[in-house]
Every structure is written in structure tokens, then in C-alpha cells.
């Protein structure tokens, strides 16, 4: 490979480092208290919260430890959660910590979920905004049905960031560069003697 072609190759792979994408873990702390749902999914009432994690971020796991509160007639097993990106309505995973509790009342609920290892982990659009509604699996009519009284949901996603070089590896691009510009000025002179 003779030397013009390696600097611009050189110069070239440095360059294409300067746009490459990492992921990196992250963790999104999201406060229920307060929260309550009125109706099934998409419906008026319901409580809705949107962070912003990201463009193409990608949701692997859900932790979450929390009490909530079902109003009669309205069971704790109805009682649920979707995150999913804001603009994919039924994208995403919904979650319904008292699964099996069909009677109404308090209770309390943790656990962990790992999306990735269960082939549910899903990615953020564009605008990189996660929302979370909280709903009912079936509206018995009350106002709210059911209420989050306290307690987190803990998101992990990988965000998507861009690879930031180094001071050294940005002076060796800025070398490069200066080197493929003076062989283009050299060439250009060569090319402008050969045709006089």
C-alpha cells in the first residue's frame, strides 16, 4: 500500500471512530405514589408519566416495589402498569404486580423482571421518550379504581450514546486530515502541471 493510500485509509478509520454508538447501562427511578387508573388501557383518567431516556434506548428490566391501593368493586389483579415508548401505544410490556390477588384492598409488591433474558426488551423511538400509564385490565367504574400509594419502579435500559475520542486520538485525526490535504493540494498541482 503506498503512503497517499495509507493516510487517507488512516484518516478514514479515524474519522468513522468519531461517530461510532456505544451502549451504556442506565437506570431510570420512577416515583408511583399518587398514581391511579380509571379505565383499560388508553382510556380518560388514567395517570400517565413520560421520562426522557433516549432515541433508541432499549428497556431490558423492570424492578419495582410498591403498594397500591384497589377500590371496591375493582380487584388488586386488575391493578396495572405499560411502559413502552411514547408514541407505540401497545409497544412495549404491561405489568400487573397482584396477578393472582382478585379481592380489592392494600397490598404490597416487589420483584424483578429481566425483559432481555425473556425476549421482551424493546427500544425507544425517535424522540426517545419512555411513558408509563397505569390502567386497569377490566373498568369496574370506580373513581379510580385503583390508586399506587408509594413505592418506585425501577427501569434499566441501555441508552444509546456516541463514542467521544480521546485528546490524543482527535490530534492523530487532525494529523491525518492535514496530511490527506496536503497530498490532495500536492496531486492537484501535479495533475494542473501535466495538462500545461
Not at 391511579?36 to 431516556?53: C, H, M
Request: hydrophobic letters at 45%.
Amino acid at each position: 500500500m503506498n503512503v497517499k493510500l495509507r493516510m487517507i485509509v488512516m484518516a478514514a478509520s479515524m474519522a468513522a471512530a468519531t461517530i461510532s454508538v456505544a451502549a451504556q447501562a442506565a437506570t431510570l427511578i420512577v416515583d408511583v405514589a399518587g398514581a391511579q387508573s380509571v379505565s383499560t388501557r388508553g382510556g380518560l383518567g388514567n395517570s400517565r408519566q413520560a421520562f426522557a431516556i433516549g432515541a433508541g434506548a432499549r428497556v431490558t428490566a423492570v424492578r419495582y416495589d410498591v403498594s397500591i391501593t384497589a377500590n371496591d368493586p375493582s380487584f388488586l389483579s386488575e391493578a396495572s402498569v405499560a411502559l413502552s415508548p411514547l408514541n407505540g401505544q401497545f409497544v412495549g410490556i404491561s405489568l400487573t404486580p397482584g396477578v393472582n390477588d382478585d379481592f380489592s384492598g392494600v397490598s404490597d409488591y416487589s420483584g424483578f423482571i429481566d425483559l432481555s433474558g425473556l425476549g421482551f426488551d424493546f427500544a425507544i423511538g425517535n424522540d426517545g421518550l419512555l411513558q408509563l400509564e397505569y390502567f386497569e385490565s377490566v373498568a369496574d367504574g370506580g373513581l379510580p379504581d385503583s390508586v399506587w400509594n408509594s413505592g418506585t419502579i425501577t427501569v434499566t435500559y441501555d441508552a444509546v450514546t456516541a463514542a467521544v475520542p480521546e485528546p490524543a486520538t482527535w490530534g492523530m485525526m487532525m494529523l491525518g486530515f492535514a496530511m490527506v490535504g496536503g497530498t490532495m493540494r500536492r496531486r492537484a498541482r501535479e495533475l494542473s502541471a501535466v495538462r500545461c
